[in-house]
T-cell receptor, first 118, second 111 residues
Framework: EAGVVQSPRYKIIEKKQPVAFWCNPISGHNTLYWYRQNLGQGPELLIRYENEEAVDDSQLPKDRFSAERLKGVDSTLKIQPAELGDSAVYLC????????????????FGEGSRLTVL | RKEVEQDPGPFNVPEGATVAFNCTYSNSASQSFFWYRQDCRKEPKLLMSVYSSGNEDGRFTAQLNRASQYISLLIRDSKLSDSATYLCVVNKNTGGFKTIFGAGTRLFVKA
């Protein structure tokens, strides 16, 4: 079974440029997460989807970040314009639980997209 | 104060040693607990869930103390391959579940 697939693996851009990351979760996983991980820190949640609905985007910097999961399967995270402080690894994860009153079980992560903003 | 706190380490131990990691969480609404392992420049992967009764998986033992809001991970007979960052993870339910990761504890096992 294929795992969570992310692209690109690496991206180097200059500040003020836009960037987009794509994620395809494990088939059948209705809950999808975008996390950001800075060096030496744990992953921090940006947004969580249940199917196509964003149920927790409280940590998403909405002035420059946007995300979508139009058909409830794959998802895109966009940053426009990027700032130096956005340099990090952007991790996508999915789980088969975590909908409504059901607590999340295991999160399966993709390999991440490493962003460097110059 | 962070919601999930861990000693960042690094812990440097020889092969065969026993090492313990601690984690504290601040929100009493926390309901389920996990340890994830993250190798250098790789993604986090589930190591084990943590149950109130304590649970063991081979050389790894996890404990939960809800009264003290404290989670631990014990690794016995450390192997070189155990070198990684260990992330404490808490699910809390505050009108919807939120999965929160600690900053991780780095372990280096030396020959």
């Amino acid at each position: 079974e294929a795992g969570v697939v992310q692209s690109p693996r690496y991206k180097i851009i200059e500040k003020k440029q836009p960037v987009a990351f794509w994620c395809n979760p494990i088939s059948g996983h209705n809950t999808l997460y975008w996390y950001r991980q800075n060096l030496g820190q744990g992953p921090e949640l940006l947004i969580r989807y249940e199917n196509e609905e964003a149920v927790d985007d409280s940590q998403l910097p909405k002035d420059r970040f946007s995300a979508e999961r139009l058909k409830g399967v794959d998802s895109t995270l966009k940053i426009q314009p990027a700032e130096l402080g956005d340099s990090a690894v952007y991790l996508c994860a999915s789980s088969s639980r975590g909908q409504g009153a059901s607590p999340p079980g295991e999160l399966f992560f993709g390999e991440g997209s490493r962003l460097t903003v110059l | 104060r962070k919601e999930v706190e861990q000693d960042p380490g690094p812990f440097n131990v020889p092969e065969g040693a026993t090492v313990a990691f601690n984690c504290t969480y601040s929100n009493s609404a926390s309901q389920s607990f996990f340890w994830y392992r993250q190798d250098c420049r790789k993604e986090p992967k589930l190591l084990m869930s943590v149950y109130s009764s304590g649970n063991e998986d081979g050389r790894f033992t996890a404990q939960l103390n809800r009264a003290s809001q404290y989670i631990s991970l014990l690794i016995r007979d450390s192997k070189l391959s155990d070198s990684a960052t260990y992330l404490c993870v808490v699910n809390k339910n505050t009108g919807g579940f939120k999965t929160i990761f600690g900053a991780g504890t780095r372990l280096f096992v030396k020959a």
